[in-house]
């Protein structure tokens, strides 16, 4: 280590030990939490460390570190900001859905009944019942589809719900 690093070091130990216990309680009355002045005091003092060269011109150097004091609250404010509205962001997602071992194996089997009932369907009934019930299509829009008349679509879907009638019972 150069003498030049050494005075450097020994000037930041002195700003420090002199300056710190004030900046600290500076900090908590602002903030209300001795524990975000600690972490933000801490702060400050990073950011004196990184200009070395000002330290041996400050006339003031509580007014220095209560400048840059202010900009690091600043910044903790408005990250803290951001934080509440992520979080406010995520407590409006919907929560998602998790099975339980024995829901899901329900579930599977009552999908695997709809596939064998929907097996037993004729191709075009099956594709009725399905552009009905999952894609949400109208009987018209089915018929168009499919190029059949309305009251086939119509048969086919009283097919289709007789089948799930079955299921139930």
Not at 12 to 19: A, G, I, L, N
Not at 72 to 79: G, K, P
Not at 122 to 146: C, D
Request: with cysteine; proline share 4%.
């Amino acid at each position: 280590m150069t003498s030049a690093h050494a005075a450097a070091n020994g000037a930041m130990h002195t700003f420090y030990t002199e300056h710190h216990g004030w900046l600290s309680a500076w900090l908590r009355r602002r903030l209300g939490c001795s524990h975000s002045a600690a972490d933000l005091a801490q702060d400050t003092f990073v950011r004196v460390l990184l200009r070395p060269q000002v330290l041996p011109t400050l006339r003031e150097p509580r007014a220095y570190l209560s400048t840059l004091a202010k900009g690091v609250v600043s910044e903790h404010w408005r990250r803290q900001a951001l934080e509440r509205a992520y979080l406010e962001t995520l407590a409006l997602l919907p929560e998602p859905l998790a099975l339980s071992p024995e829901e899901r194996l329900s579930l599977l089997q009552t999908l695997d009944e709809i596939d064998a009932m929907l097996d037993g369907m004729s191709p075009k009934a099956r594709e009725a019942f399905v552009l009905s019930q999952l894609e949400g299509l109208t009987y018209a829009a089915i018929a168009e589809r499919l190029q059949i008349s309305e009251r086939t679509v119509k048969r086919y879907m009283q097919q289709g719900f007789e089948r799930c009638l079955a299921l139930v019972e």
